[in-house]
């Protein structure tokens, strides 16, 4: 299944996968060696198995928690100090006990994602004379859903593609909202976890992230099984538990991530800083780190925005693009809706969601200078801020004006042309550092 189907590779990287395979097959097998098991022996597999007992094991432990510990060698590269024990007969005779109760153990189910039909729905309209649209046609546009689809005739595989743009006025309202509309997609995801390795093992993926305007579920994968695991998902995002260790998990998490941001280089500050002030409505991450660090954060306020706060009125956009029929698409974005119980956006707010992506416009003729320095500095940044690091950082914003195309198109070839002129100059010397150019397209 995953030689027949197998996506392209990239050039490079499929280069650098088949020179590894020839250290150890012939070319003649080197494309399908990976995944074809000719040759079922076993004496080896038994020979293996024997080999993967506790006196055998060895355990790994890194942690800031053994910094007081003993620590008596230091590695070469890096000074960083290790320490090494060895597992006590007591232990190891606990831990080989515990095989003796062989009822604990059991083949697990049968995988639900594991697909049995590859037919293709392109052949299908072919068969039937029904051409296919060569863009995506809008099947549904309410206050609630705008959904989009394409059935795929170019690449011809049974996969299909779905993403769902789920907009909220509640996920950014304050920077409380948005602390616990990141910290929800952790948890969620930390939740799907015990089907995630059955989904992985079938080539069925999915991700869960939060944005400005409220979440994102993406899923991929065999078209046959991908509704099975869009309805856990979904079903999941209904009803999820919230733990109150894994909150308190993921809450410190997130407090490191945000306070490791301002020991991040000074042009990616200087990037960050221009996107907040250009944006319409942009709060700026010292405000999460505040929020993840102080009182406000509840569990019980954090379960309450969760279950009937956020979900509460959502418009979805979504977009199905692959293996799939329009009914199909309609049925699978339909299961997904009626999991999650929503009301429509009203009016007003989606205006306000909308309004999140808009940027500010600059004053023409005018120059406009935002000087940023260490000694300027909050209190609670400069307690994360790096103080060895003595880089600094310019951000030049050229604003040119709407996206019209063809002129958005000529800006974004000059970004890729002017890329190399900047890599041969620091090759000879004649930048004092880096240089990097980026074209912003914003509302």
């Not at 894994?246 to 306070?259: K, L, N, P, V």
């Not at 379960?303 to 977009?319: D, E, G, I, K, N």
């Amino acid at each position: 299944m995953g030689f027949l189907y197998k996506e392209q590779d990239e050039p490079m990287d499929a280069a650098n996968s088949i020179a590894t395979l020839l250290e150890h097959h012939p070319p003649s097998e080197v494309l399908a060696a990976p995944h074809l098991h000719e040759e079922f022996d076993p004496a080896a597999i038994t020979s293996m198995l024997g080999l993967l007992v506790p006196e055998r094991v060895m355990t790994l432990h890194t942690s800031a928690a053994h910094a007081a510990a003993a620590t008596p060698f230091r590695e070469p590269w890096y000074g960083t100090r290790f320490g090494l024990s060895y597992i006590d007969d007591a232990t190891i005779a606990a831990w080989a006990g515990a095989t003796e109760d062989t009822g604990a153990l059991r083949l697990p189910d049968p995988n639900p994602f594991i697909p049995t039909d590859f037919s293709l729905e392109c052949e299908r309209a072919e068969a039937a004379g029904v051409p296919l649209p060569r863009l995506p046609t809008r099947l549904r546009n309410s206050a609630g859903l705008e959904l989009w689809h394409k059935t795929d005739a170019t690449f011809r595989k049974p996969k299909v593609n779905l993403c769902l743009a789920i907009s909220t006025a509640e996920a950014y309202r304050n920077p409380l909202a948005v602390v616990m509309t990141s910290l929800f997609t952790r948890q969620l995801s930390d939740e799907l976890t015990e089907f995630s390795y059955h989904a992985e093992v079938a080539s069925c993926h999915y991700r869960v992230q939060s944005t400005n305007s409220g979440l994102a579920l993406m899923f991929g994968g065999y078209s046959h099984k991908l509704p099975a695991l869009l309805h856990r998902v979904a079903s999941k995002f209904a009803r999820p538990d919230l733990m109150a260790d894994r909150f308190a998990i993921h809450r410190d998490i997130m407090r490191r991530t945000y306070a490791n941001f301002f020991k991040e280089q000074p042009y990616q500050h200087a990037t960050y800083m221009a996107n907040v002030l250009l944006e319409h409505k942009r709060h700026h991450i010292l405000e999460y780190l505040q929020v993840v660090s102080g009182d406000t954060l509840t569990l019980e306020g954090y379960r309450h925005f969760c279950m009937s706060v956020l979900p509460a009125r959502v418009r979805v956009q979504a977009l199905c693009h692959g293996n799939a029929t329009a009914s199909q698409a309609e049925e699978m974005v339909a299961t997904a809706c009626t999991a999650f119980g929503s009301e429509p956006l009203a009016a007003s707010e989606r205006d306000e969601v909308d309004s999140l992506l808009r940027a500010l416009r600059l004053p023409e003729g005018t120059e406009i200078w935002v000087r940023q320095h260490g000694s300027l500095l909050h209190e609670l940044q400069r307690e994360h801020a790096n103080a060895d690091d003595t880089n600094s950082a310019i951000e030049l914003l050229l604003q040119v004006g709407v996206d019209e195309r063809p002129r958005t198109l000529l800006v974004e070839m000059l970004e890729q042309a002017s890329g190399p002129r900047n890599n041969i100059g620091k090759q000879k010397g004649l930048l004092g550092g880096d240089a990097q150019n980026r074209a912003w397209l914003s509302n």
